[in-house]
């Protein structure tokens, strides 16, 4: 009875919502006319927003997650982490304070309250931004040593990644135009063409995934075999 | 003992940490002291400015701030751009976020756009923030189908019908064009493939300079009737007139890719000259 409850029913509602789905896609039109295509395009709506609440709800349940999880470590004292675990707890808790019960005197959502704004603007978005950024320290050093011409591949890459590089940098657009008109060649028919090959190929992959989770072969949504 | 290393070997092998310091050299002096290297104006980036220009009078534009706090630097300057661009003209604009923090975005990039002040522009009749709306991908075909029913109230919590310049809207096919600014590719291709196929829907898509090439086949079959990066901001105040955050980044930005080549280069040319020696 347990695998009916875990396994059988969730890939019936699996398949029943994905038959749904595609046959909504492929029969309804942007301007729905008959009243079967009517009745498809509800059920379709609603499954859709469905879907948005859930993805909504997941939110508050990353958080309450996290409490556990962090909650774990700072119980245990795990060495080298619950510090850490600790301090992120405190700042969760500081920012869903300041976040429901901010200052409401403009009268608008929570999410702009001044202190949740303050802390937003003036810690989050810059420590954000840093670790964001440090990224360009990282790609120089890692450019300086990877980049080197030791083979005829490496050797037409340097050159390619050179001339990007150039067209990206406005001075040279404007001292070395001559470089703009074959960096975009290599856009247009090189870059533009092995991009579509590789997005051909996801796309028939996602089709194939989807034949396959909604006929109940890729069961990998479902946790854990027991 | 360890050999001692000559210049050339030590240049060759540059230790990070000498290389970190050019860099942020490199990127401080601009900033303190701007260059005034001149402006380049792309034509990828009047493509997006007379997509905007030659919108019918009183269109619908959905904008979708599509990007949270890490990358509010690196985007903001383009979106303020686009929504100086937007909101000089009389269009009805509809922005919403698929990012948990755009709401901050949201409320950063209207702060020193003033729509108010700077273009007489009313909430709720010329303009509406629909908040975040969970879901991505989901969240875009569900606002397609039918965005009063996916969205039953703005930011502020007023109920949709209630906004005049929302009455009669339903979704996508009233809609003129889309406008996101995102570093995510699931959102730069989920627009088309939730709005631009299904609907027809113009787009116009900004993403980051490494993202280009992933975006490149759709905008060569115009599923993406313009498509800019983030470092384009600079061009765009330039040509809008609005000089801001993104004309102040650009001598920053040449003089660190020049920097960059530079060191390339020279690794290589140091790389050649130590094989020639049998040190390689």
Known sequence: ?226 | MAEKKSIIEWIEAMPREVIYTIMLIVLIIPLIRPLGIPVPVSARIKEWHEFIQNLPEGSYVLVSIDYGAGTIPTFEPFMLATMHDLFSRPLKIVIMTTYADGPICYKSVMDKLKPEETYGKKYGEDYVFLGYIPGGETAMKAIGENLPKAVPMDFYRTPIDQIPMLKGITGAKDFAVVVTVTPSGDVSEGWIRQWVTPYGTPYLCCVLAMMEPTMMPYYQAGQCKALCTDAHAGEYEFLIGKPGEGIKKLDAFSLSLTVLAILIIIANILYFVLKAGGKK
């Open chain 1, 1 to 226: 009875m347990a695998l009916v409850y875990r396994r059988h029913i969730p890939i019936l509602i699996t398949f029943i919502m994905g038959i749904m789905m595609i046959v909504q896609f492929f029969l309804v039109p942007p301007k729905p006319v008959e009243p079967y295509q009517k009745a498809l395009a509800e059920v379709g709506e609603a499954l859709t927003n469905w879907a948005n609440l859930l993805a909504a709800f997941t939110i508050g349940f990353g958080l309450v997650n996290l409490f556990f999880i962090h909650g774990r470590h700072v119980t245990r004292r795990t060495p080298g982490q619950w510090y850490y675990s600790a301090w992120l707890l405190f700042v969760m808790f500081i920012m869903v304070i300041f976040g429901i019960f901010g200052d409401e005197e403009l009268g608008i959502s929570t999410a702009t309250t001044y202190q949740f704004e303050w802390m937003y603007k003036w810690i989050y978005t810059p420590l954000s931004g840093t670790m964001y950024a440090s990224l360009a320290f990282y790609i120089t050093s890692a450019s300086y040593r990877a980049f080197r011409a030791r083979t005829l591949e490496a050797g037409v890459l340097l050159i390619v990644g050179l001339l990007v590089l150039f067209k990206l940098a406005p001075v040279w657009q404007v001292y070395l135009p001559q470089v703009i008109p074959l960096v975009n060649w290599i856009y247009k028919y090189i870059v533009t063409s092995s991009y579509r090959g590789i997005l051909i190929g996801a796309g028939i992959g996602a089709v194939l995934l989807g034949i396959r989770t909604i006929i109940g072969l890729e069961t990998g949504y479902l946790g854990r075999r027991e």
